[in-house]
C-alpha cells in the first residue's frame, strides 16, 4: 500500500521563514536586471532605464559605435539597530549592468544622459550615415 502524506502549504513557507530562506514562487534570489524602455524618436533613441536606490555618481553609461553599456553600483546602508536581527532581506545591494546593441551607430558627442527619480534617461542621436567613397584603383 502507498504511504500518503498530507502537505499544507503554509507550513514550508512559516518553516522556511525561520529556519532557511524561503523560496518565493520557486525561484532563488538573483541579482536585478535593469529594466528599459527604448524608443526611436526621429533622428534620435530615447532610452528609459529604472535604477532604484541608485545614486547619480554611481551609474557610468558608454558608448561605442552602436553599442550602449550601462552600469550602476547600489549600495547598502548599516540599518541594523542594537537588539536587532534580520531574518530576511531581498534588496540587492552591489553591482548591475546592461549592454545593448541599437540598429545604427551613436553620435556620443551629442549624447546626453540625465537622472531623475531613479530613472535614467538617455537621448542617443543617430550619426549621420557618410555617403559611400569610390575609390580609384591605380
Do not use: C
Request: proline share 5%.
Amino acid at each position: 500500500m502507498a504511504n500518503i502524506t498530507r502537505l499544507d502549504p503554509l507550513d514550508d513557507l512559516f518553516r522556511g521563514f525561520f529556519v532557511r530562506p524561503v523560496d518565493f514562487n520557486g525561484t532563488t534570489q538573483q541579482p536585478p536586471s535593469i529594466k528599459m524602455d527604448v524608443k526611436e524618436q526621429g533622428d534620435n533613441y530615447l532610452v528609459h532605464a529604472e535604477l532604484p536606490g541608485v545614486k547619480k555618481e554611481d551609474i557610468h553609461v558608454v558608448v561605442d559605435g552602436n553599442q550602449v553599456s550601462i552600469s550602476a553600483e547600489i549600495k547598502q546602508e548599516k540599518e541594523v539597530r542594537e537588539g536587532e536581527r534580520v531574518l530576511r532581506s531581498e534588496r540587492y545591494f552591489g553591482k548591475v549592468s546592461r549592454s545593448f546593441q541599437m540598429g545604427q551607430e551613436i553620435d556620443d558627442a551629442k549624447a546626453t544622459a540625465k537622472f531623475n527619480e531613479g530613472v535614467l534617461e538617455l537621448t542617443l542621436p543617430k550619426r549621420a550615415a557618410s555617403p559611400n567613397k569610390r575609390l580609384t584603383v591605380e
